[in-house]
């Protein structure tokens, strides 16, 4: 697999990664979240020229198509994963992580990896457990993550129990 800062003339083919994966939370009563747009093209691009977009490309070789996506911000001395998904065509191969892992080592400096995620939903929080994150008690959010969780809840995201969640830096991560 390979990760690497997508090409402009890939982002439509993030949006459609962000679309497939979205449908799994139609079965959990979720349609909302499915119907959900994916990020612009514009967002995309910022994140992009910012060097906090990364797309993994899997099986089909060089050239191939990404399977999955990531883009991260800072906040708070952390790297923030703001989105990661993989096309369901391709989930359960480590893509998730390796992006992850990948993200962290282009975050030099930063202490830790946050998220925010949906507590219950198999594939949020108990994965990103598994990952080594844990969940953050209320009084443990940073003021940024105060207010991405105040974002989220204003997008009416909060009908369903959100955790926000950190994973300590790995030593002598470098993404590589």
């Given amino acids: 697999m390979r990760i690497r800062i997508p090409a402009a003339s890939e982002l439509a083919a993030l949006q459609e990664i962000e679309r497939a994966a979205g449908e799994a939370f ?20 910022r994140y992009r020229a910012a060097g906090r977009l990364l797309a993994a490309y899997g099986e089909s070789g060089p050239g191939g198509p990404p399977v999955g996506y990531l883009f991260w911000e800072p906040v708070d001395g952390c790297v923030h994963i703001e989105q990661v998904s993989v096309h369901p065509d ?35 929080a108990p994965y990103y457990m ?16 105060r207010e991405i969780r105040a974002e989220e809840a204003r997008r009416g995201l909060d009908r369903w129990p959100r955790v926000g969640m ?6 002598g991560a470098d993404g590589r």
């Fill in 90 to 124: 391709h989930a359960r191969r480590g893509i998730g992580r390796a992006l992850i892992d990948r993200a962290e080592g282009e975050g030099r400096g930063a202490a830790a990896l946050t998220l925010t995620t949906f507590a219950e939903v198999p594939w949020n």
């Fill in 166 to 171: 950190r994973r300590p830096r790995t030593a």
């Fill in 26 to 45: 139609r079965a959990l009563g979720m349609a909302p979240v499915a119907d959900d747009d994916p990020p612009g093209v514009g967002e995309l691009l």
């Fill in 130 to 145: 598994r990952l080594g994150f844990r969940v953050l008690a209320d009084g443990e959010l940073t003021p940024g993550l």
